[in-house]
Protein backbone atom coordinates (compact mmCIF):
# COMPACT_ATOMS: atom_id res chain seq x y z
CA UNK A 1 0.00 0.00 0.00
CA UNK A 2 1.05 3.32 -1.13
CA UNK A 3 1.25 5.76 1.65
CA UNK A 4 0.89 9.37 1.42
CA UNK A 5 0.84 12.44 3.53
CA UNK A 6 0.39 16.23 3.93
CA UNK A 7 0.25 19.20 6.08
CA UNK A 8 -2.29 22.22 6.22
CA UNK A 9 -4.65 24.28 8.51
CA UNK A 10 -7.53 23.78 6.30
CA UNK A 11 -9.59 26.07 7.03
CA UNK A 12 -13.14 27.28 5.64
CA UNK A 13 -12.62 24.02 2.96
CA UNK A 14 -12.36 25.32 -0.53
CA UNK A 15 -11.84 23.83 -3.81
CA UNK A 16 -8.25 24.62 -3.60
CA UNK A 17 -7.91 22.19 -0.51
CA UNK A 18 -10.08 19.75 -1.85
CA UNK A 19 -7.82 19.60 -5.44
CA UNK A 20 -4.65 19.35 -3.75
CA UNK A 21 -6.10 16.51 -1.44
CA UNK A 22 -7.76 14.83 -4.71
CA UNK A 23 -4.19 14.74 -6.52
CA UNK A 24 -2.59 13.76 -3.03
CA UNK A 25 -4.76 10.60 -3.10
CA UNK A 26 -4.30 10.56 -6.42
CA UNK A 27 -0.16 9.48 -6.04
CA UNK A 28 -1.09 6.27 -3.94
CA UNK A 29 -3.81 4.15 -1.81
CA UNK A 30 -3.75 6.00 1.75
CA UNK A 31 -3.64 9.57 2.55
CA UNK A 32 -2.95 10.85 5.84
CA UNK A 33 -3.50 14.03 6.21
CA UNK A 34 -1.58 16.35 9.23
CA UNK A 35 -4.22 19.34 10.63
CA UNK A 36 -2.63 22.10 11.95
CA UNK A 37 -3.61 22.44 15.75
CA UNK A 38 -4.97 25.80 16.79
CA UNK A 39 -1.20 26.21 19.14
CA UNK A 40 0.50 25.20 15.95
CA UNK A 41 -1.57 27.96 14.00
CA UNK A 42 -0.94 30.85 16.22
CA UNK A 43 2.78 29.66 15.22
CA UNK A 44 2.53 29.93 12.19
CA UNK A 45 0.44 33.16 12.76
CA UNK A 46 -2.50 32.11 11.20
CA UNK A 47 -6.37 32.62 13.22
CA UNK A 48 -8.51 29.79 11.69
CA UNK A 49 -12.04 30.69 11.60
CA UNK A 50 -12.99 26.60 12.84
CA UNK A 51 -10.89 25.45 15.85
CA UNK A 52 -8.97 22.06 15.42
CA UNK A 53 -11.61 19.77 16.46
CA UNK A 54 -14.25 21.06 13.98
CA UNK A 55 -11.24 21.41 11.13
CA UNK A 56 -10.48 17.48 12.14
CA UNK A 57 -14.53 16.65 11.68
CA UNK A 58 -14.56 18.61 8.02
CA UNK A 59 -11.51 17.47 6.43
CA UNK A 60 -11.84 13.30 7.77
CA UNK A 61 -15.17 13.56 5.87
CA UNK A 62 -13.52 14.45 2.34
CA UNK A 63 -13.46 11.25 0.83
CA UNK A 64 -10.32 11.07 -0.63
CA UNK A 65 -8.54 11.40 3.18
CA UNK A 66 -8.07 8.31 4.90
CA UNK A 67 -6.50 9.39 8.39
CA UNK A 68 -6.04 12.47 10.29
CA UNK A 69 -3.06 13.33 12.37
CA UNK A 70 -2.31 16.24 14.27
CA UNK A 71 -0.09 18.88 13.57
CA UNK A 72 2.18 20.66 16.10
CA UNK A 73 5.81 21.44 15.09
CA UNK A 74 7.20 22.17 11.97
CA UNK A 75 9.93 19.41 13.30
CA UNK A 76 7.59 16.54 13.08
CA UNK A 77 7.16 15.59 9.63
CA UNK A 78 10.58 13.07 9.48
CA UNK A 79 9.19 10.93 12.48
CA UNK A 80 5.79 10.72 11.42
CA UNK A 81 6.73 9.69 7.62
CA UNK A 82 9.04 7.09 9.64
CA UNK A 83 6.61 6.12 12.20
CA UNK A 84 3.68 6.05 9.23
CA UNK A 85 5.57 4.36 6.50
CA UNK A 86 4.87 7.06 3.80
CA UNK A 87 6.10 7.03 0.34
CA UNK A 88 5.23 10.09 -0.90
CA UNK A 89 5.43 14.24 0.83
CA UNK A 90 3.32 16.53 -1.13
CA UNK A 91 2.50 19.85 -0.45
CA UNK A 92 0.87 22.88 -2.53
CA UNK A 93 3.26 24.59 -4.84
CA UNK A 94 3.55 27.83 -2.40
CA UNK A 95 5.95 25.40 -0.45
CA UNK A 96 8.39 24.52 -3.27
CA UNK A 97 11.99 23.63 -2.17
CA UNK A 98 10.89 24.05 1.29
CA UNK A 99 11.01 20.71 2.45
CA UNK A 100 13.93 18.92 -0.03
CA UNK A 101 15.08 17.76 2.94
CA UNK A 102 12.64 15.06 3.53
CA UNK A 103 14.22 13.60 0.38
CA UNK A 104 15.87 11.70 2.75
CA UNK A 105 13.11 9.79 4.22
CA UNK A 106 10.47 9.86 1.10
CA UNK A 107 9.09 11.24 -2.20
CA UNK A 108 8.67 14.75 -2.06
CA UNK A 109 5.70 16.21 -4.17
CA UNK A 110 5.06 19.97 -4.60
CA UNK A 111 2.01 20.23 -6.81
CA UNK A 112 0.38 23.51 -8.41
CA UNK A 113 -1.73 25.60 -5.70
CA UNK A 114 -5.21 26.38 -7.36
CA UNK A 115 -5.40 29.79 -8.72
CA UNK A 116 -8.67 32.07 -7.94
CA UNK A 117 -9.21 30.93 -3.93
CA UNK A 118 -7.94 31.04 -0.59
CA UNK A 119 -9.19 30.64 3.45
CA UNK A 120 -8.14 34.42 2.90
CA UNK A 121 -9.87 35.25 0.40
CA UNK A 122 -12.90 34.10 1.13
CA UNK A 123 -13.30 35.80 4.66
CA UNK A 124 -12.44 38.95 2.98
CA UNK A 125 -15.14 38.99 0.03
CA UNK A 126 -16.96 37.70 3.15
CA UNK A 127 -16.58 41.84 4.85
CA UNK A 128 -14.31 39.66 7.98
CA UNK A 129 -13.00 42.05 9.36
CA UNK A 130 -9.29 40.48 9.40
N1 LIG B 1 -3.67 25.03 -1.32
C1 LIG B 1 -3.81 24.92 -2.69
N2 LIG B 1 -4.50 25.87 -3.38
C2 LIG B 1 -5.07 26.92 -2.71
C3 LIG B 1 -4.95 27.02 -1.32
C4 LIG B 1 -4.24 26.05 -0.62
O1 LIG B 1 -3.29 23.97 -3.32
N3 LIG B 1 -5.74 27.85 -3.43
C5 LIG B 1 -2.89 24.00 -0.63
C6 LIG B 1 -1.66 24.56 0.08
O2 LIG B 1 -0.59 24.72 -0.86
C7 LIG B 1 -1.38 23.50 1.13
C8 LIG B 1 -2.79 22.97 1.46
O3 LIG B 1 -3.67 23.43 0.41
O4 LIG B 1 -0.59 22.44 0.56
C9 LIG B 1 -3.30 23.50 2.80
O5 LIG B 1 -3.24 24.91 2.75
P1 LIG B 1 -3.33 25.71 4.15
O6 LIG B 1 -4.47 25.20 4.93
O7 LIG B 1 -3.19 27.16 3.84
O8 LIG B 1 -2.01 25.18 4.88
P2 LIG B 1 -0.67 25.99 5.19
O9 LIG B 1 -0.93 27.15 6.06
O10 LIG B 1 0.04 26.18 3.91
O11 LIG B 1 0.08 24.94 6.15
O12 LIG B 1 3.60 22.25 7.75
C10 LIG B 1 2.88 22.69 6.60
C11 LIG B 1 1.86 23.70 6.97
O13 LIG B 1 1.00 23.21 7.98
C12 LIG B 1 1.07 24.10 5.73
Not at 57 to 62: A, D, T
Request: proline share 1%.
Amino acid sequence: MKKVITYGTFDLIHRGHINILKRAKELGDYLIVGISSDEFNELKDKKSYYTFEERRFIVESIKYVDEIIPEHTWEQKATDIQNNNIDVFVMGDDWAGKFDFLKEYCEVVYLSRTEGISTTKVRIDLGDKL
